[in-house]
DNA sequence: CAGTGGTCTAGACCACCAC
DNA sequence: TGGTGGTCTAGACCACTGC
């Protein structure tokens, strides 16, 4: 074939290449790629080049491999996260975790894990600002849409706030989290989010179906009382290729414009 | 050597034992890990298995290869985007750019691209609410730190409001585009913002010192005036190994807990 | 000019999938 | 059982660095 110049490695021309087939619509979505060999042959290439070039396309989530079957060009609905309007939601008498499954008319699905009391790392003790080993209670729990696996969430509540209350149950009832700690004399007024792209970890591969190289968004949610307590904290981590993060918020300066001196 | 297990690609335990060992000062930031010839020697398996387990490191920005001179150990400092705070900044009497910078004791550095009049692309013109080649006013540049780009920004405003303003300057002035929105009568009052994490492309892998495989936030800012206006629209591609995003918002919640009925 | 990483190949063996 | 992708090797050539 007559793909390949110099100027850039030859697997990454050939990643162009079948990039450009897929966003034109020769490869649509749920189509599966030629097989590495025939890719080889074509292109007059080894094997090896054309799978470090699909290598490029995987890591950019645009194919999906499935061992012994073939490669198969991903269709990828994004999924938006409106901060604002996610942990709004529970006026809507709906947890944080199916607002954006809801939107798109996808089946949501929420898997818990071990909910229990244990002693505070040195990560969440910060974030809520307890003591090192003080108690906290965790809620762990991998959400879904269409079965598919799309966020990893462990919120972490101080014990002496939500001990005995209806957050050491899966269904946390009417309105979510949120609604339990207002009603426990918390009500949140504030949030606060870091956000840092990463690469997973092993158990974040596995539980997500993530490659080495697909990166996720990680996520340090804070709820924030009037009086600035936190009272909650969850570490997020999603799928980068799957959702869009939106945020809003009002300008915070009070003084009039043109009044600024450096 | 005694490193590999089959459970695990050669590659990704090697990765796994090279990462270890730059947590744990056995190769400070700075200092150069081994040749690969050295490290396939070492470890008895091919340097193609070597080159291939850096390359993980490579992704998550754990090291950075200067080609003919060897692999080194990036120190990373991590920079925090305070959204609230840096689009506050003008009551100090600051542009945004310069915010995160300066709280690390950088040397800061905003190198501008041509300043000029165009015709909106349809990207720009969706987010600014105006007709798809309608004029407006592009301001691209990129920001670096201590002469390492971290940043690319390219920012639109409506020709209409902007046209013959200072803001057709690389400097606009004394608190920054803000200010001189506001006192073209249009003050900013909302902000919002929606992220991305993509590969960079072949321009952006270029301004910013990237490899293929290497994520960067693509955030998308949108300035609102207090009736909803946009009046700018910012895309900006960040580095995704070197920021930290901070975002900040009061709940949105208005009707009192225990309300919500499904 | 010697050493470094970037890339490519041909061939091989393996695990997994679908038939 | 044949086809698919995952991985590994030995060897090679190249561009680039730094002495």
């Known amino acids: 074939m007559t793909v390949v110049q110099p100027p850039k490695a030859q697997y990454e021309q050939i990643a162009d290449w079948l990039r ?34 699909i290598g490029l396309l995987r890591t950019a989530g645009l194919v999906k491999v499935r061992r012994g079957a073939g490669t198969y ?8 996260r409106d901060a604002k309007q996610r942990y709004g939601a529970r006026e809507r008498g709906t947890g944080a975790g199916e607002v954006e499954a809801r939107e798109l008319n ?3 699905r929420t898997d818990y894990g071990d909910i229990r009391r244990m002693s505070a790392t040195p990560d969440v003790a910060r974030a809520l600002g307890v003591a090192g080993g003080d108690d906290v209670l965790i809620r762990p729990r991998v959400l879904y849409a269409n079965d598919e696996p799309t966020q990893i969430a462990d919120s972490y509540y101080p014990w002496d ?24 004399g918390y009500p ?15 158990v974040e ?31 997020h981590v999603l799928p980068g290729h799957l959702w869009t993060l939106r945020y809003g918020w009002d300008d915070a300066v009070t003084t009039p414009p043109g009044q600024g001196t450096p």
């Open 20 to 53: 450009a087939r897929i966003l034109d619509g020769t490869y649509p979505p749920g189509s599966a790629l030629p097989s590495e060999p025939a890719l080889a042959a074509e292109l007059g290439t080894s094997r090896v080049t054309v799978n470090r070039a």
């Open 188 to 202: 949140v007024a504030r949030f606060a989010e870091d956000v840092n792209v990463r690469m997973p970890n092993d």
């Open 205 to 235: 591969r596995r539980i997500l179906h993530l490659e080495a190289t697909q990166p996720v968004f990680d996520i340090v949610h804070v709820a924030l009382t009037s009086d600035d307590r936190p009272v909650e904290v969850a570490f």
């Open 106 to 108: 996808l089946r949501s």
């Open 161 to 184: 706030i939500v001990g005995g209350s209806a957050l050491l149950q899966a269904d946390v009832g009417t309105g979510g989290s949120y609604s339990r700690l207002a009603e426990l």
């Open 73 to 80: 060009v991903r269709s990828l609905p994004q999924i938006i």
